[in-house]
Nanobody, 124 residues
Framework: QAQLVESGGGLVQAGGSLRLSCAAS????????MGWFRQAPGKEREFVAA????????YYADSVKGRFTISRDNAKNTVNLQMHSLKPEDTAVYYC?????????????????WGQGTQVTVSS
């Protein structure tokens, strides 16, 4: 059973940094585009960032471009999201996901494996 487990969330002041990690187990995701999504209370889940299996392409939501960096280590089956200059509007549950269907990496419907999420709270 493929499993994704996020870690690294927490409470941070505005302007601070956090590093989220996603550990995959059950099968290798080394040939899979991986993504991060987030969902704030009362809002729909939204795309944050994605990275292709070879790391040759990365994608970011406009709201996080220049502040967040996605990376992966296929040997360790991990995906990371480094977040800097955090803002209160970044507060959300962050989910790691593995893309299982062809198409736009920003489309959450194309991701078939999801983690349980990790809470990120940014105080003002």
């Amino acid at each position: 059973q493929a499993q994704l487990v996020e870690s690294g969330g927490g409470l941070v002041q505005a302007g601070g940094s956090l590093r989220l990690s996603c550990a995959a187990s059950g099968r290798t995701f080394s040939r899979t585009t991986m993504g991060w999504f987030r969902q704030a209370p009362g809002k729909e889940r939204e795309f944050v960032a994605a990275i292709t299996w070879s790391s040759d392409s990365t994608y970011y939501a406009d709201s996080v471009k220049g502040r967040f960096t996605i990376s992966r280590d296929n040997a360790k089956n991990t995906v990371n999201l480094q977040m800097h200059s955090l803002k209160p509007e970044d507060t959300a549950v962050y989910y790691c996901a593995a893309k299982t269907l062809l198409g736009d990496a920003r489309d959450s419907r194309l991701y078939g494996n999801w983690g349980q999420g990790t809470q990120v709270t940014v105080s003002s």
